[in-house]
């Protein structure tokens, strides 16, 4: 999916002030040096002449041969060389009248021919992040700074036939294995266990990485989703920007509901909760939930219909363990 039509278009037209500010940067060097350097106006002058002359004679005789070619060539060099020797006689860089650019390779286009430029990239990447509400956090949790290390190896989980360590390592796995193959299958992910164990910074790890290939992802609390599905529903705020909202949410290739069930369940949030299971289950757009719920609670907590949809849509991975930010914070 990447971005929408309206962010490419955002994008470009940042390119466009981009090039504007460079040009104007360029126009004020030019008439400051013009004034101080005399003489070099004129080199400049010539050498914008000589080249359209040079253009000139291709257009209108394809077959000169390569002497005048190589004549253009020669004159060309002279009055650069005297340019760039009168700008640094007088302690400007030989560069200063050159064209500017933020990016040398696309020219500040964002393609270079018909290729996406890697600013274009980056750009639309920092975009998916913004939009995802995990700027900041995912540069502490990621993959590469997950550790094992804060997880018991010595008991093992009954439920489990696993120390918590060897259940994580296996989760992490999982994980990895879900983002390389996140564009070739459909799966969704629920993470439960207790309080403090690991499971949004899973989501957070899976986010990254997605982002970081131009997936969009978007991270919500179940507190923030209900409430944005809320303000949509009784037209609290703008009814356009709530409909894009939710649409952004509803078509995301990835959608994050971090702590199930800290939401007041009523028949408002039961009927929204299962339009947006069975919308993007139909739709084919994964979905990972953590929630601090067990198994059990998540069944007597939720109607029939959204029990079913998660047993049927999801899988279960169970996160065991004491509490990680204790043991971070004691580290």
């Known amino acids: 999916m990447g971005i929408s039509n309206a962010q490419y278009m955002d994008i470009m037209y940042q390119y466009d002030q981009i090039r504007l500010k460079n040009h104007r940067i360029l126009e004020e060097r030019r008439a400051m040096v013009y004034e101080k350097i005399p003489g070099i106006q004129a080199v400049q002058e010539q050498i914008i002449q000589l080249s359209a002359d040079y253009a000139r004679s291709g257009l209108f005789n394809p077959d ?27 302690g400007y860089p030989e560069d200063y009248l050159s064209p500017i650019y933020d990016c040398p390779h696309c020219k500040d286009t964002g393609y270079t021919g018909n290729i996406p430029c890697k600013c274009l990239k980056q750009r639309k990447i920092a975009l998916l992040y913004e939009s995802s509400n995990l700027m900041d956090i995912l540069e502490l949790e990621n993959f590469n700074t997950f550790s094992e290390k804060f997880y018991d190896n010595t008991n093992i989980n009954t439920n489990l036939s696993l120390t918590p360590r060897q259940n994580i390592v296996k989760i992490r796995d999982i994980c990895l294995e879900y983002v390389e193959h996140f564009d070739e299958t459909y799966s969704n992910i629920i993470f439960y266990g207790p309080t403090g164990v690991g499971k949004t910074f899973m989501t957070h790890c899976i986010a990254k990485a997605l982002l970081d290939t131009s997936h969009t992802v978007v991270y919500l609390t179940s507190l923030q989703l209900f409430d944005i599905l809320e303000k949509n529903k009784f037209g609290r705020n703008d009814e356009n920007a709530s409909d894009g909202q939710v649409s952004y949410i509803l078509d995301s290739e990835l959608l994050i509901i971090d702590d199930l069930g800290t939401e007041l369940v009523n028949s408002f949030t039961s009927s929204q909760l299962y339009h947006f299971i069975e919308e993007r289950h139909l739709n084919k757009r994964s979905v990972i939930i953590s929630t601090n719920l067990s198994f059990t609670e998540l069944r007597n907590r939720y109607s029939e219909r959204i029990f079913s949809r998660f047993t049927g849509y999801y899988n279960f991975y169970m996160i065991v363990g004491d509490d990680i930010r204790i043991k971070i914070a004691i580290s």
């Open 64 to 90: 000169m041969d390569g002497s005048e070619d190589s004549s253009y060539t020669s004159k060309k060099k002279q009055l650069q060389e005297k340019k760039y020797k009168l700008l640094t006689d007088n």
